[in-house]
Nanobody, 125 residues
Framework: QVQLVESGGGLVQPGGSLRLSCAAS????????IGWFRQAPGKEREGVSC????????YYRDSVKGRFTISRDNAKNTVYLQMNSLKPEDTAVYYC??????????????????WGQGTQVTVSS
């Protein structure tokens, strides 16, 4: 069974940075598009960023462009989400998820079949 484990969340002041990690066991991340989603209390889960399996293409939602960077380290079987200039509205539980679709899949939770347990990110002074 595919397993994804997120780490790196925490409490940070506005303007601060965090790096989230998504590590996989029992399968190789190379063959999957990996997406990051987030869900704030009372809100729907939304797609934040994604990196394709094939050519490394990336996607970012408009509100994080220029602040977040997604990358993968195939040797470590890990995908990262570097988050800079964090804002209070970035506060949410962040999840990584894997999709077998080629290229950049639509950032719809149903297109991603394997999910991690989530990591809390809180941006507050």
């Amino acid at each position: 069974q595919v397993q994804l484990v997120e780490s790196g969340g925490g409490l940070v002041q506005p303007g601060g940075s965090l790096r989230l990690s998504c590590a996989a066991s029992r399968f190789t991340l190379d063959y999957y598009a990996i997406g990051w989603f987030r869900q704030a209390p009372g809100k729907e889960r939304e797609g934040v960023s994604c990196i394709s399996s094939s050519d490394g293409s990336t996607y970012y939602r408009d509100s994080v462009k220029g602040r977040f960077t997604i990358s993968r380290d195939n040797a470590k079987n890990t995908v990262y989400l570097q988050m800079n200039s964090l804002k209070p509205e970035d506060t949410a539980v962040y999840y990584c998820a894997a999709s077998p679709l080629l290229g950049l899949p639509p950032m719809i939770p149903a297109k991603f079949g394997s999910w991690g347990q989530g990591t809390q990110v809180t941006v507050s002074s």
